[in-house]
């Protein structure tokens, strides 16, 4: 009899070409998952995921979903998978969903965290999970424009192509950076994100923190509604999902 399971996954996306199975070029995180689970499970395992993240983009809380016929208990997949799974993959937890859970659809809101290291001269050991800027930055001015962001918003000037089908309009229930000395964090929280969106923002936001765009600059980007208005997008390295929440009655362990 088949069941439907939940897991959680960490990963480093640096040496793959985003979450989703790849075609052409590269390996994406979803078809070593796969593999590995088919492998644990003896039989072909096909998976959706709550958010396809980008090459080079990181994950703490992606959240998976798939049916399997399996025996094993979820709670003993992490140490099934140890040795199929490269280091820089891990199942966190398992869980048995209800019978038509879907990592994705079931979602309410995921959060998403970007790190920007204020760094003069490169730091090598950095460079994998942080963008390194070059100027000093103001937390309050970056604080004041992502303020704008939270609430219900038509978001076209932080979308690239890809997200034409999609659309623009999102609601965001958290916008928000910290810093701890030359390290600054940003996190985010809505209902869904178009393609790149949150590196789309990121790099906006460094603009007026390094005081090369007003909180007003920001404000009349967001409104123009024109991605042509808005800077270059964050690198892909300082980005993580972090958490995907669910509703209460799919989230019970």
């Not at 016929?69 to 709670?75: A, G, N, R």
């Not at 799974?85 to 891990?90: F, G, M, N, S």
């Not at 219900?152 to 000395?181: C, I, M």
């Amino acid at each position: 009899m088949k069941k439907t399971i939940m897991a959680v996954v960490a990963y480093d996306g640096t040496n793959y070409q985003g979450f989703q199975r790849q075609k052409d070029y590269g390996v994406g995180v979803q078809q070593v998952l796969e593999k590995a689970l088919s492998t644990a499970l003896h039989e072909d395992i096909s998976i959706k995921a709550a958010g396809r993240t980008d090459a080079g983009v990181h994950a703490l809380g992606q959240v998976i979903s798939f049916e399997t016929s399996s025996p094993i208990p979820p709670e003993n997949y992490r140490r099934a998978l140890q040795h199929l799974l490269p280091p820089d993959i891990a199942i966190r937890e398992a869980f048995i969903k209800p019978d038509g859970f879907h990592a994705r659809f079931d979602a309410l809101d995921k959060t998403y965290r970007y790190t920007v290291l204020y760094a003069p001269l490169p730091d090598p050991c950095a460079r994998r999970y942080a963008w390194e800027v070059r100027s000093s930055l103001t937390l309050a001015a970056m604080n004041e424009a992502a303020a704008l962001l939270v609430g219900t918003h038509d978001f076209s000037s932080f979308k690239n192509q890809g997200s034409e089908k999609t659309s623009p309009v999102r609601t965001l229930y958290e916008a928000y950076w910290t810093q701890e000395k030359e390290r600054f964090t940003f996190t985010i929280r809505g209902d869904g994100f178009l393609y790149r969106m949150v590196r789309n923002i990121v790099g906006c936001l460094v603009k007026v923190g390094t005081g090369e765009w007003t909180v007003a600059d920001f404000a009349a980007v967001m409104a123009a509604k024109d991605r042509k208005k808005a800077g270059v997008a964050a690198p892909a390295c300082g980005l993580s999902l972090v958490h995907v929440s669910y509703p209460e009655e799919t989230a019970e362990r």
